[in-house]
């Protein structure tokens, strides 16, 4: 699965966060396995969305790429992030950062990044957020 949460800006100024899901049809990774796609060039199927600025237009302000098995629980996620959480300090952005068996990548404009690691949790709590919607009934 690829999870995916931006903070976007309108060109008019207003500002929002936007979530995505997507299946990647790769129930469990093995341990020694890398993410199996490049997010970007083929995120997989997309399962659900939180939409909070309507694009065109928008330009993303900071970025939480989550990469895992479509499987993963989201406590198991959640226990990879805070792992990761603590664990890393980058010495610039984006950086990366594999905990088995999640990958993420985090990246920030230069004037959202001397408060990167908020801005870390936060969208982490909305990539969790639109995967666990999925589960919920509408």
């Given amino acids: 699965m690829y999870l995916t949460a ?5 060109p008019n100024g207003p500002e929002g ?12 990774w093995a341990p020694d396995l890398r993410p199996p796609r490049t997010p970007d060039a083929d995120p997989g199927e997309l399962v659900h969305e939180i ?6 237009g928008n330009r993303v302000r900071s970025h939480l790429d989550i990469v895992t098995g479509d ?3 989201a406590v198991t996620i959640r226990r990879a992030f805070a792992t990761a959480a603590g664990a890393v300090q980058p010495l610039e952005l984006p950086f990366a950062v594999e905990v088995a068996p999640c990958w993420f ?7 959202v990044a001397a408060m990167w690691r908020q801005e870390f949790r936060m ?9 666990q919607q999925t589960f919920q009934p509408r």
């Fill in 71 to 73: 499987l993963t629980p």
């Fill in 105 to 111: 990548r985090f990246g920030t404009e230069r004037a």
């Fill in 123 to 131: 969208l982490f709590e909305w990539a969790i957020l639109v995967y």
């Fill in 6 to 10: 931006q903070r976007v800006r309108h």
């Fill in 17 to 28: 966060i936007n979530a995505f899901y997507y299946s990647s049809g790769i129930d469990v």
């Fill in 51 to 56: 939409i909070t600025l309507a694009p065109p």
